[in-house]
């Protein structure tokens, strides 16, 4: 492996959610050291056997650990797929310890609208380009609905 070349990911939530992105990126022919975090050991067992699946090269390192304390000081990506109840406190805690180039957010994102606004303020002043993961953004009755709402906001 060339060290120069590889990313450093960190796929917080091991469950479905987040055993179904460990697989996608056990597909690409990037090279990732890929940290795979959850407090459940049966999901880091779930989410090992699924990378095990479809992985069939060497290109990747993966870490299956039960603390964010094992992630290194700079993540290039990070796709927390926890449940939407302690996600403000994933995200803060992972914007303390580690430097953070872009997120990836599981939909519901948070319980409370109030959390919305601390969660953004945090990732605009580190720097953090986020996305939410949200399919169904391109089934047509959404965008039909989006559609729908903006021409209402401009009665």
Request: with cysteine; glycine share 4%.
């Amino acid at each position: 492996m060339n060290t120069e070349n590889i990313y450093n990911i960190a796929v917080i939530g091991a469950g479905q959610l987040g055993s179904r992105h460990l697989q996608g990126l056990a597909k690409s022919s990037k090279e990732f050291q890929i940290y795979v975090i959850d407090p459940n050991e049966n999901a880091l067992i779930l989410a090992k056997q699924r990378f095990e699946e479809v992985s069939k090269s060497t290109n990747s390192i993966v870490s299956y650990r039960q603390s964010m304390s094992d992630l290194p000081g700079t993540i290039d990506l990070a796709i927390i797929a926890t449940t939407a109840n302690v996600r403000r406190k994933i995200i803060e805690n992972l914007l303390d310890k580690c430097s953070i180039k872009y997120l990836i957010l599981e939909k519901v994102v948070f319980q409370k609208s109030e959390d919305f606004k601390p969660i953004q303020k945090r990732l605009l002043e580190k720097g953090v380009k986020a996305w939410v993961n949200c399919a169904r953004r391109s089934y047509s009755f959404y965008k039909n609905l989006t559609y729908f709402y903006f021409k209402i906001q401009n009665i």
